[in-house]
């Protein structure tokens, strides 16, 4: 095992501003605790995670804090305006009633980029290691089967795996190997889905500009366990290929890791929110490559509740009108038939009314939170 360090927000004598290339400042939201590096001239305005004005500056001398350590690679945003306004109307068209507030603009107006960090470490490693290593082949066999005009032989070919057991020593620089630098990284993960990794470009200042970028909550000390897998098996992959074989099975190590070198690495995000009836923003995240959506679904029983008024008003008007008839078929008594028929049409439509809302109440409770 090898010394992980607690902070290195920076290669000894570079300031914060040189390791990113821009003046940052750090700010920490009091609702939710999402903390971010933002530029340093920008206004501090809402928090983008929970949309509160509840943003405040980090007192303590940015260079100083931990986790801030640069970013080397960056994974670019990639979707267009027209992309992006179709994933809204995806998301919308899955609601029944949805908000008046949620329609393509109010969103595009309210975008946000946020990158998501993970960290990127570099390892030196010397290692012993044994496996068994696998190799194909084929054997070949006749069966003789009997058909209708007597015994036929046929040749069958069947594929096989020999497996001989190797050790070797492995000394290897590990470049770039990702780990998660957030806690709450499997669940965002869950809600966005991968990221295409082979977009990563190399990060430029001009990339925080208009961008908060969250910093990371968990340390290199935890993220190292998720390193040292990412490790193994990327060493085991070497040993087999190495070997030259098409299969690799218990696979073992004993390795010692120098030379640690900790960078990050940004996803993109963006956030933007919709109100609701009572007026309250809803989070939504988009992934920044494919564009998927992800956010609370809420119908307005606002939206429903006037639909069901539409739906009584008509009823009322059927039942007047059935009112009408029943009145002149006591002078015209063939009137008397459709008088009926309209005022049963008037009690089916006044009963259709309470559909809506009942909808729209029930596919809120079916959403979790
Ligand atoms: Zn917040």
Redesign the pocket.
């Known amino acids: 095992m090898t010394d992980i360090p607690e902070t290195q927000s920076a290669p000894p004598g570079v300031s914060l501003e040189q390791s990113w290339g821009t003046a940052l400042a750090a700010v920490v939201?009091?609702?939710?605790?999402?903390g971010f590096l933002i530029p340093e001239a920008v206004d501090l305005g809402?928090?983008?995670?929970?949309?509160?004005p509840?943003?405040g500056r980090i007192d303590q001398d940015v260079s100083q804090l931990p986790y801030t350590q640069p970013p080397e690679l960056i994974i670019p945003y990639a979707l267009s305006e027209a992309q992006l306004s179709q994933e809204i109307q995806r998301f919308a068209s899955g609601i029944p009633y949805p908000p008046q507030d949620l329609v393509s603009k109010n969103l595009q107006a309210r975008l946000q980029r946020v990158f998501l960090p993970m960290w990127l470490v570099d390892a030196s490693v010397q290692a012993a290691w044994k496996a068994e290593t696998g190799f194909n082949y084929q054997v070949v066999s006749h069966q003789d089967r009997y058909s209708g005009s007597g015994w036929a032989s046929q040749q069958v070919k069947e594929g096989r795996v020999r497996w001989e057991p190797r050790l070797g020593r492995l000394d290897r620089i590990y470049t770039n190997i990702a780990a998660p630098a957030l806690e709450d990284h499997a669940i965002l993960q869950a809600a966005l889905g991968e990221f295409n990794l082979t977009a990563v470009r190399t990060y430029q200042p001009e990339d925080t500009r208009k961008a908060f970028v969250r910093l990371p909550s968990r340390s290199p000390q935890d993220a190292w366990s998720d390193a040292q897998l990412a490790l193994f098996n990327a060493a085991a992959e070497e040993c087999r290929q190495a070997a030259r074989a098409d299969h690799l099975r218990q696979f073992s190590w004993q390795p010692e890791f120098t030379e640690q070198h900790w960078t990050q690495l940004l996803l993109p995000v963006y956030t933007a929110y919709y109100l609701d009836d009572d007026r309250q923003p809803q989070l939504l995240l988009i992934h920044g490559q494919s564009g998927k959506m992800n956010g609370v679904r809420r119908a307005s029983m606002k939206r429903a509740t006037r639909s069901a008024l539409t739906v009584l008003g008509i009823a009322v008007l059927i039942f007047i009108l059935g009112l009408i008839l029943g009145g002149a078929s006591l002078a015209v008594p063939p009137l008397l038939v459709p008088a009926i028929l309209a005022l049963a049409l008037a009690l089916l439509v006044g009963l259709g009314a309470i559909i809506p809302p009942v909808r729209a109440g029930w596919f809120n409770r079916s959403q979790k939170p």
């Open positions: 939201c009091e609702r939710c605790d999402w809402r928090c983008p995670h929970c949309f509160q509840t943003l």
